[in-house]
């Protein structure tokens, strides 16, 4: 699995670059598919139930699965970018949050605390904890923060398939659910909303939006469970 999971971290490392007021996702998209043909992958998303793009580009208030568009970025958007890449058998899969120009404190604060929240979480993918550790880990870091989390979509587990067991929620008290094992590898994804953590579905059918509003911020990486600590897959 390291080789889809690094081409999806190389990826996300060039997006990240192209992002900046007056893009298009719509050429984030393009990029990603290039890119991935010439590594001899296929995107993991596009076919998906449907889904017709190669990455799902949710802005602001979008909270997952929002599509590429054609419409420009603007200075103080953010904008969550994931990423899925199968390979010789196996899937990697992995999203960023990424200001676009110069973004407001409570933007920027969201962000930060979004990705500390999936470094928290990574840090009980061990032998010694239980899968709700990781959810407790998210929960407790992002609600101090006065954020809340998003329980409509959760992380999951990934490797011959893009979507394994178990359902990994970002939310709930420690100590329940099943015992990691070595060679478990799970795709943990903290889903964070500025305000409450109700959302609802657009009618494309895919692109999920908070109900009030509010800003959203979404982080993943791929992440094998070792005796030998977290295996965070998705890096270069």
């Not at 960023?96 to 605390?113: C, H, N, W």
């Not at 999936?118 to 010694?128: D, G, K, N, S, V």
């Not at 657009?202 to 094998?224: I, K, P, Q, R, Y």
């Amino acid at each position: 699995m390291r080789v889809p999971c690094r081409f999806v971290a190389e990826l996300l490392l060039m997006l990240r670059e192209q992002v900046q007021p007056g893009v298009t996702t719509l050429s984030l998209n393009e990029m990603a598919e290039r890119e991935l043909f010439k590594r001899k992958a296929r995107p993991a998303f596009k076919g998906y139930n449907g889904y017709p793009y190669t990455l799902c580009c949710s802005l602001n208030d979008q909270v997952v699965h929002g599509m590429p568009s054609s419409m420009p970025l603007k200075d103080g958007d953010i904008l969550s970018i994931d990423c899925g890449a199968w390979y010789d058998g196996f899937f990697g899969d992995a999203a960023i949050t990424v200001p676009v120009g110069t973004v407001s404190e409570t933007a920027g604060r969201l962000v930060k605390v979004t990705e500390q929240s999936l470094y928290r979480a990574i840090e009980f993918a061990t032998p010694e904890h239980r899968l709700s550790d990781i959810s407790h880990a998210v929960q407790s870091l992002v609600e101090k923060h006065g954020f809340s989390v998003v329980r409509d979509f959760v992380g999951h587990g990934i490797g011959k398939d893009l979507h394994e067991g178990p359902q990994i929620p970002n939310y709930g008290p420690p100590g329940r659910g099943p015992r990691l094992k070595p060679g478990m590898v799970l795709a943990i994804e903290p889903m964070i909303n500025q305000k409450g953590h109700d959302v609802r579905v657009l009618s494309d059918g895919w692109t999920a939006v908070t109900c009030d509003g509010g800003l959203s911020a979404h982080f993943e990486h791929t992440v094998a469970v070792t005796d030998n600590g977290p295996m965070i897959l998705t890096t270069v």
